[in-house]
């Protein structure tokens, strides 16, 4: 069973930034799509980019347009963990934040819920005006 686990949530002020952690595994990052969620209460579960390895250790990230300008994915080929960098932070941006990981690349650029087969627990991010 696959297992992630997100961290580095909390509250911040508009204007802030923070950076998630999605803890992954080496198996993982070689040959799987790892993708970034998030959902506010009521909505469904909005895909915000995905990342995967394209051969000789590097990756490709791609964020969605909606966000590109502001968010960034990364990935730490030591501790295989993938980071979602939030920029630039509005209350708008208030949400669970979810990673999760599918068998297959390279990935479709905007990731849709219902292609992820393994999710961590989540990391909420609350941002203040």
């Known amino acids: 069973q696959v297992h992630l686990v997100e961290s580095g949530g909390g509250s911040v002020q508009a204007g802030g930034s923070l950076r998630l952690s999605c803890q992954a595994s080496?198996?993982?990052?070689?040959?799987?799509?790892v993708a970034w969620f998030r959902q506010v209460p009521g909505k469904e579960r909005e895909g915000l980019g995905t990342v995967y390895n394209t051969g000789l250790n590097s990756y490709r990230a791609d964020p969605v347009d909606s966000v590109s300008g502001r968010f960034s994915i990364l990935v730490n080929d030591a501790t295989n963990q993938v980071y979602l960098q939030l920029n630039r932070l509005s209350p708008e941006d208030t949400a669970m934040y979810y990673c999760?990981?599918?068998?297959?690349?390279?990935?479709?650029?905007?990731?849709?819920?219902?292609?992820?087969?393994?999710w961590g627990q989540g990391t909420q991010v609350t941002v203040s005006s």
């Open positions: 999760a990981t599918r068998a297959g690349i390279p990935c479709p650029t905007v990731p849709k819920m219902v292609d992820y087969t393994d």
């Open positions: 080496k198996s993982i990052l070689s040959s799987n799509c």
